[in-house]
């Protein structure tokens, strides 16, 4: 029987993932603003033949209420800048020719007219690479930049992302292929029959399009999803296309897998139609004790006060510096921003009877992602069980510091996956849709449904 494929994406999260990886001697700190940078990388995914890269997203700086009070400690915590990533995926499809290229937009703080509009666009520029994760905003620094003190409630933050994706998929759908004629004998630009218009009316929008990007090569862009909790569950069963997670657990991601895959059904969706993507944070070494000598030497560039940071989003607005570190967790009160995370993160403090200094440390080494210390066997080893068992559809690679730990996956684990059978050696289509094996999405006016090349041949 032909073995399963996994897909591979790399998840960029500048200047490195770990809270002080940009300080390794090896890490290059510029990383989060320096364009040349973010092509290198991508480039590097590319040859490696990654289904994807991912930029992720918050339309604040991180930690800038606590900045703006005169908390020092926000003044030694890196990720901070970063280049707006919907203008850079099309900086980057310029100097790309496969990879599929995905950034997150937030449903809380845009109106879908412009984000439909922009990743319709970055579809065309790149040839049908193009990906929106959808998220409803994370941390509540974003609030404050669009007018408002703190983010609004959970579930109507959820409630508006809904309405927000189906206008945007309605829009994507406004106009049929072939719709544009530019016929110059006749002088008939437009087929008018088959142009849309969505006249939506709704709680949260009022739209009535339709689009002024013509249908993209994807028939619509992949639509990613990362948010965990029971209505970030729900709506990505019933919209998404690829869905990040942080499982850090065999029984977990198993769980997470056959829950989601499950719920896709009740919206007439196949298991097949969605590709679940945890992120992992490979360290690296030639022996088990060289990656483990490589992980305690960055996890000694991470002061305590620091380290407990990375749990302030999550932190239900409790001050934990007020806690002893070496007691338990306390209580949270229950978190507006991530309910997801934040529960993976007391589940994993409770499970491992983790101290709030080792609870802390281990959040900011990989912000809770799962973290694979040891030789490129064991990762590609550990990558294939979670695909087998089905607890993945592939991953996120999330690297510490940038560029060598990336290029170290690159170089020894990719062809150790490959040897194995799961992973691809060469790319067999041209647009993200074709790497992650996905259909379009059936157009809601012809109700159809093609594949990739049937839309838009790519010459
Ligand atoms: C891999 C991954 C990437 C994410 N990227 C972003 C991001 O770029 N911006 C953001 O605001 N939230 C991001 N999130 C957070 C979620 O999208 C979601 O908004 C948050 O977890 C709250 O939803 P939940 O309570 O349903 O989990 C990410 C989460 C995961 C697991």
Redesign the pocket.
């Given at each position: 029987m032909r073995k399963r494929m996994l897909s591979l994406g790399g998840?960029f999260?500048t200047p490195g993932n770990h809270l002080a990886g940009w300080r390794h001697p090896n890490a290059v700190p510029t990383a989060d603003m320096d364009f040349h940078m973010y092509a290198h990388i991508t480039k590097l995914v590319e040859a490696a033949k990654f289904d994807t890269i991912?930029?992720?997203?918050?339309?604040a700086v991180s930690g800038s209420r606590a900045l703006a009070r005169g908390d020092m400690t926000r003044a030694r915590i890196s990720r901070i800048v970063k280049l707006e990533?919907t203008t850079l995926l099309c900086a980057l499809a310029a100097v790309t020719s496969h990879i599929g290229l995905i950034?997150?937009a937030?449903t809380?703080y845009n109106e879908p007219y412009n984000i439909a509009r922009r990743f319709a666009s970055i579809d065309h520029v790149s040839g049908g690479r193009a990906g929106w994760?959808?998220?409803?905003?994370?941390?509540e620094d974003?609030a404050q930049n669009f007018g408002y003190e703190e983010h609004v409630d959970?579930a109507r933050?959820?409630e508006r992302a809904a309405e927000f994706y189906d206008v945007v998929a309605g829009l994507w759908d406004s106009w049929e292929d072939g719709a544009l004629l530019r016929d110059k004998t006749s002088g008939v630009y437009m087929d008018r029959d088959r142009v849309h218009f969505l006249n939506h009316v709704g709680k949260h929008f009022r739209v009535r399009g339709p689009l002024n990007v013509a249908r993209s090569p994807q028939g619509r862009p992949i639509v990613a999803?990362?948010?965990?909790?029971?209505?970030?569950?729900e709506?990505a069963a019933k919209t998404a296309d690829v869905i990040?997670?942080?499982q850090t657990q065999l029984h977990e991601a198993r769980a997470f897998y056959a829950d989601v895959k499950g719920r896709a059904a009740r919206y007439g969706r196949s298991a097949d139609d969605i590709r679940i993507?945890?992120?992992i944070t490979p360290v690296l070494g030639r022996t088990e004790a060289e990656a483990r000598e490589r992980y305690e030497e960055l996890q000694a560039l991470l002061p305590d006060d620091l380290a407990l940071q990375s749990m302030a989003h999550i932190s239900g607005g409790l001050d934990l510096s007020k806690f002893p570190l070496d007691g338990p967790l306390p209580e949270l009160p229950p978190?507006n921003?991530?309910?997801?995370?934040?529960e993976l993160v007391i589940r994993t403090a409770r499970e491992q009877n983790m101290t709030l200094r080792q609870i802390a440390r281990h959040t900011a080494a990989a912000?809770?992602?799962r973290v694979l210390v040891g030789t490129a066997e064991y990762i590609a080893s550990e990558l294939e069980t979670w695909l087998s068992q089905d607890a993945a559809d592939g991953f996120?690679v999330?690297c510490n510091y940038y560029p060598g730990p990336l290029e170290d996956f690159c170089r020894l684990v990719v062809p150790e996956l490959q040897r194995r059978g799961v992973f691809r050696c060469e790319y067999s289509g041209r647009t993200l849709r074709e790497h992650l094996g996905l259909l379009v999405p059936e157009n809601r006016y012809t109700m159809q449904r093609r594949t990739t090349s049937e839309v838009s041949p790519v010459p």
């Open positions: 998840f999260s991912f930029f992720q997203d918050t339309a990533p950034a997150t937030t809380t994760n959808l998220v409803t905003s994370q941390i974003e959970h933050r959820y999803q990362a948010g965990s909790s029971e209505a970030g569950r709506l990040f997670t942080a993507m945890p992120g978190s921003a991530a309910k997801a995370r934040q912000m809770g992602h996120n999330i």
